[in-house]
């Protein structure tokens, strides 16, 4: 059993800056990827950042630049900085880790941006 927790969001203004984190429990493998993923209202959940266990990352075009993917693998922890928020960042960000050829969710925590 995998157990994703999730926190950090909030209200921001738009060019302010946020930081979420997601802590992993349960049956954690060595390998395995932990990423973020987001889903704004009335539209369907997309990619944003993920990193691998050997540290390897990969971002969304619409993320590159403003916002740092980051793990401690010592606390099965993932990091989200994000910085130049926008208005069209406004959403549910959610957690993932896929291990073993399967995907566990966190709950989601909101990212709300005023403009």
């Known amino acids: 059993q995998v157990q994703l927790r999730e926190s950090g969001g909030g209200l921001v203004q738009t060019g302010g800056s946020l930081t979420l984190s997601c802590a992993a429990s349960g049956n954690i493998f060595a390998i395995n990827a932990m990423a973020w993923h987001r889903q704004a209202p009335g539209k369907q959940r997309e990619f944003v950042a993920v990193?691998?266990?050997?540290?390897?990352?990969n971002y969304a075009d619409s993320v590159k630049g403003r916002f740092t993917i980051s793990r401690d693998n010592v606390k099965n922890t993932v990091y989200l900085h994000m910085n130049s928020l926008k208005p069209e960042d406004t959403a549910v960000y959610y957690c993932?880790?896929?291990?073993?050829?399967?995907?566990?969710w966190g709950q989601g925590t909101q990212v709300s941006v005023s403009s």
């Open positions: 993932n880790l896929f291990q073993k050829d399967t995907n566990y």
């Open positions: 990193m691998s266990s050997n540290t390897m990352t």
